[in-house]
């Protein structure tokens, strides 16, 4: 008899363990982060190729939206340029970018770059090599709509002898998903 109460008492703890193992009334949520759901990618793809030329750019980023007025990104960027019998180039780096709303249509920008420039020369008969960093400040505006900007922007650190870009001013198309 006693094996059986104390089976009895066995049988009811183990019952009770397993309901408030499955029970859901109590469950506290995880907390979960919305930093992801902050988040948007995009970048930059270029390919241009014509006779004996070809320029091949790769820019992926991403950006976080603080607020619907301030983003911060960072992305990666890497061009491959030949022109056959004159110069072929590796440029690649990182670079930042603050992205400011004051409105929805109008999207300002400060953007930091920081690339390394590898080029070798050819003429014919002998060729050098060119390789330095390029840093660039560029400070942009554009019209924005939905998830695409387009606009211009200015290189404050310019420098026409040193420089990947031939001109301070450069337009842009920004797409982020």
């Known amino acids: 008899m006693n094996n059986f109460k104390l089976s009895r008492k066995l049988s009811v703890i183990v019952l009770f363990f397993i309901g408030v193992s499955f029970s859901k009334a109590q469950t506290i ?5 919305d930093f992801w759901s902050k988040v948007r990618y995009g970048g930059g793809f270029g390919l241009a190729v014509g006779n004996n030329f070809t ?4 820019a992926p980023g991403a950006i976080y939206d603080f607020n619907q007025y301030v983003s911060l990104g960072f992305g990666i960027q890497g061009s491959y340029i030949k022109q056959r019998n004159a110069f072929e180039s590796f ?3 990182p670079n930042m970018i603050i992205l ?9 920008s ?3 770059e920081q690339l390394r420039v590898n080029t ?7 060729s050098f090599k060119d390789n330095f960093w390029n840093t660039g400040l560029f400070l942009g505006g554009g019209y924005r709509t939905n998830n695409v900007t387009m606009g211009v922007r200015y290189n404050v650190l310019h420098n026409s002898n040193k ?3 031939s001109e301070a001013w450069m337009p842009f198309v920004r797409v982020y998903f």
């Open 29 to 33: 949520p995880p907390k979960t982060s």
């Open 55 to 58: 320029d091949i750019t790769l």
């Open 91 to 93: 440029i690649y780096g």
């Open 100 to 108: 400011g709303n004051p409105i929805p249509e109008l999207q300002l």
């Open 110 to 112: 400060a953007e930091l």
């Open 120 to 126: 070798t020369f050819q003429n014919g008969f002998n």
């Open 163 to 165: 420089n990947v870009y």
